[in-house]
Nanobody, 116 residues
Framework: QVQLVESGGGLVQPGGSLRLSCAASGSGISRSIMGWYRQAPGKQREFVAGITIGGTANYIRSVEGRFTISRDNVKNMAYLQMNSLKPEDTAIYYC??????????WGQGTQVTVSS
């Protein structure tokens, strides 16, 4: 029932920053665990960061200290602040609820390209 639309991707130089946004409509996200995922060219989609309903966040080690996931349950928005970007971060980034991710339901994502 929830519909998620990612935005904020683009081309950025190494060391730069981007903030990705995820806008939810329909049923909203207030009762959902949220996550950001990414898929690099030729690789499987991987989990990047998650945040509980109460705001507890976790990250994969490769982005810990550089990325920050956040959410606004009132506005039905989720965010991924990405700092100190590296070429290895290049991927299509997806936001999703954990429930929908676990059943293989995904949106279009937003492209992040880190290149000099």
């Amino acid at each position: 029932q929830v519909q998620l639309v990612e935005s904020g991707g683009g081309l950025v130089q190494p060391g730069g920053s981007l903030r990705l946004s995820c806008a939810a409509s329909g049923s909203g996200i207030s009762r959902s665990i949220m996550g950001w995922y990414r898929q690099a060219p030729g690789k499987q989609r991987e989990f990047v960061a998650g945040i509980t309903i109460g705001g507890t966040a976790n990250y994969i080690r490769s982005v810990e200290g550089r990325f920050t996931i956040s959410r606004d349950n009132v506005k039905n928005m989720a965010y991924l602040q990405m700092n100190s970007l590296k070429p290895e971060d290049t991927a299509i980034y997806y936001c999703n609820t954990f429930a929908r991710a676990n059943v293989g339901s995904w949106g279009q994502g937003t492209q992040v390209t880190v290149s000099s």
